[in-house]
């Protein structure tokens, strides 16, 4: 089992930033990548950006050289580092951890961007 927790969505306005964390714990020598999406009201989830064991990024077009995937040493902690924000990504953010033939969710941290 690997438990995650989101923290750092909050209110910023256009053009501003925001760094979101994911903190793993539990059985994370298991997870081979790590994945932050987002679902924006009356949309489906999307695939926002993603980071493999081995380091490896890789980002949605909408997000690319905005957003900036990273993770610790102990993949103990993923972060996503959110610049020059737009209205358009406000929405619920969701950390994810995959392993061999399963996936772990965290609950999700609201980020609105508004004037």
């Known amino acids: 089992q690997v438990q995650l927790v989101e923290s750092g969505g909050g209110l910023v306005q256009p053009g501003g930033s925001l760094r979101l964390s994911c903190a793993a714990s539990g059985s994370i020598s298991s997870i081979t990548r790590m994945d932050w999406y987002r679902q924006a009201p009356g949309k489906q989830r999307e695939l926002v950006a993603s980071?493999?064991?081995?380091?490896?990024?890789n980002y949605a077009d909408s997000v690319e050289g905005r957003f900036t995937i990273s993770r610790d040493n102990a993949w103990n902690m993923v972060y996503l580092q959110m610049n020059s924000l737009k209205p358009e990504d406000t929405a619920d953010y969701y950390c994810k951890a995959a392993a061999p033939l399963l996936a772990y969710w965290g609950q999700g941290t609201q980020v609105t961007v508004s004037s």
């Open positions: 980071i493999t064991r081995g380091g490896s990024t």
